[in-house]
């Protein structure tokens, strides 16, 4: 089984950043995605950013274009969520989010992200 493990949410003022990190572990081996979703009370969960391991290809959702990026550190397993600019409005529990060959998904507890002045 694929462990995913979120860190880095907290309390961010507005205009302020975060650095949300994706730690994985167990069998990787055939993982070749990565991605960030969000969810908060009431709402459908939503596609935050990609990143396919081959190629480094990302795609955003259009609220995170330009203020946020997702990374990779292949040698510490990790994934990252770059997060500039937050708005009250991005205050969600962001999942982290592992796809391998066979189309299976594998997630992260989240992490809570709440942005407030």
């Known amino acids: 089984q694929v462990r995913l493990v979120e860190s880095g949410g907290g309390l961010v003022q507005p205009g302020g950043s975060l650095r949300l990190s994706c730690d994985a572990s167990g069998n990787t081996q055939n993982i070749d995605s990565y991605a960030w979703f969000r969810q908060s009370p009431g709402k459908q969960t939503e596609f935050v950013a990609s990143?396919?391991?081959?190629?480094?290809?990302?795609n955003y959702a259009d609220f995170a274009e330009g203020r946020f990026t997702i990374s990779r550190d292949n040698a510490k397993t990790t994934t990252y969520l770059h997060m500039n600019s937050l708005k009250l409005d991005d205050t969600a529990v962001y999942l982290c989010?592992?796809?391998?060959?066979?189309?299976?998904?594998?997630w992260g507890q989240g992490t809570q992200v709440t942005v407030s002045s």
């Open positions: 989010n592992a796809q391998n060959h066979a189309g299976g998904n594998f």
């Open positions: 990143l396919y391991l081959n190629g480094a290809l990302t």
